[in-house]
């Protein structure tokens, strides 16, 4: 074979170099964090950056095979470190665990199953996830799933943790004033009284460490919910308010009617459902959402909003394609989950960039998009992907000069959420 030419050459390093800088490489040429894990969006954060002696983004995740498994990736050596807490827990995305750094720096693990049993557990020493004191099981009802811990300096560190009821399949928390060692009772904020009793919310949860709580729920699922909308609200202090900051209600009148709060995102004037995937605070302290609009099972899109202080601004972000993971992909005659999309997020350090899984041809690759002057400029993180990447997630606290902060789901295959193996990729060049 005949060498490159000088020029040829040159040219190959340049197309090669343009292609890193824009991050337009295949999933297959970017690091693997872990060849085998997995997660669901409803269980947050999935990942979080803790910096004390130590830099390091610490990452939950659920293997093929049910373990429960909580990792790191050192960014000052490059290592990367994995335990199973919990072996042959439960086959499904839906129990990936969610974490919590306490004031010591001793990192908590929350975890449930689907549909039934809570679990926590907490590292005996700061920043060493290799030694775990005895994981915990509490029982809040046998419709229980995800965790969404929170602590609020504000309250003298109390931890609350939200779920789906295990009793009512509503919203729900549970809080701790002693760092875990005991808990309340369990107790759902919302409801809606005419709904009935298999009805159920989804909920995205947020909070600013200090005094309120974010959330962004819906009606309820949107294979149930035809008109599927949005609310938006939070909490402070004992209370719960409206993003324009008038009162809902105090703790002491929960469950709320859910119909008395307002829609950020309105099914029934649009005639379209909807799926939140992720809420966020501005630079001002104000909430933006990320959520998909569902006209048909196979027409996703995504959508962006942003609380002004009077009024929801909207924009659409871009075509998601169809349905995750596709039934000709899977060689099945119809996804269970028709409204499951590839999936977005938020930069929390940046809420004017968000990330997105979106199908090119046949694969699903990863793109970032940035909003500037009411547009978005979009570039690809993948591409010529062999494989479905899925789920992006940017590691919460990661400061935007640490590399890796984003990750997402390689599918080796994927044909329901308890049938999967996946890898999860970071945004690192091999």
């Not at 775990?132 to 811990?149: A, F, M, S, V």
């Not at 943790?161 to 919302?190: A, C, E, L, M, N």
């Not at 949860?205 to 699922?221: E, M, P, Q, Y």
Request: hydrophobic share 30%.
């Amino acid at each position: 074979m005949k060498s490159l030419s000088l020029k040829s050459t040159i040219l190959l390093f340049v197309l090669l170099i343009t292609s890193v800088i824009q991050g337009q490489i295949a999933s297959n040429d970017y690091k693997t964090y872990t060849k085998d894990g997995a997660w669901c969006w409803f269980s947050d954060p999935r990942a979080i950056y803790f910096e004390n002696n130590f830099k390091r983004s610490y990452i939950g995740s659920v293997t093929s095979d049910g373990d429960i498994k909580i990792g790191y990736f050192d960014h000052e050596s490059g290592n990367t470190f994995e335990k199973i807490i919990y072996p042959d827990f439960q086959i499904d995305d839906h129990v990936n665990p969610s974490l919590l750094f306490l004031p010591d720096g001793r990192l908590m693990a929350f975890f449930t199953g689907h549909n039934g049993g809570f679990y926590y557990a907490k590292t005996k020493e700061p920043e060493n996830i290799s030694e775990w004191e005895k994981i915990t099981k509490l029982d809040l009802g046998d419709r229980l799933c995800y965790t969404n811990p929170v602590m609020l300096s504000g309250e003298d560190n109390r931890i609350y943790v939200f779920s789906r009821s295990g009793f009512d399949w509503k919203p729900s928390f549970i809080y701790s004033d002693d760092f875990g060692k005991t808990w309340s009772k369990s107790q759902s904020f919302v409801n809606k009284p005419e709904a009935n009793i298999d009805n159920r919310p989804y909920t995205k949860v947020l909070s600013d460490g200090k005094n309120r709580i974010w959330f962004a729920i819906t009606d309820g699922h949107p294979r149930d919910e035809p008109l599927n909308s949005i609310y938006v609200f939070y909490y402070e202090k004992g209370k719960y308010y409206k993003p324009d900051g008038s009162l809902i209600g105090k703790m002491t009148d929960m469950p709320f009617d859910q119909t008395r709060i307002a829609k950020a995102y309105d099914g029934a004037e649009t005639r379209v459902r909807s799926w939140i995937w992720d809420i966020a605070l501005d630079e001002k302290g104000k909430p933006v959402i990320v959520y998909t609009r569902l006209k048909e099972e196979t027409q996703h899109r995504y959508f962006y909003a942003r609380w002004d202080g009077q009024k929801w601004l909207h924009s659409f972000v871009a075509e998601a394609g169809k349905d995750f993971p596709r039934a000709e992909r899977t060689k099945s005659q119809r996804n269970p989950e028709p409204h499951y999309s590839g999936g977005i997020i938020i930069d929390h350090e940046n809420t004017d960039v968000v990330y997105y899984s979106a199908p090119v041809g046949d694969t699903f690759e990863i793109f970032r998009a940035t909003l500037s002057e009411g547009e978005w400029a979009k570039t690809q993180v993948t591409q010529n992907s062999r494989r479905d990447n899925v789920r992006p997630f940017v590691v919460r606290n990661s400061p935007e000069n640490v590399t890796p902060r984003l990750l997402w789901m390689s599918n080796i295959f994927y044909q329901h959420y308890t049938n999967y193996f996946s890898r999860i990729k970071m945004n690192i060049k091999k």
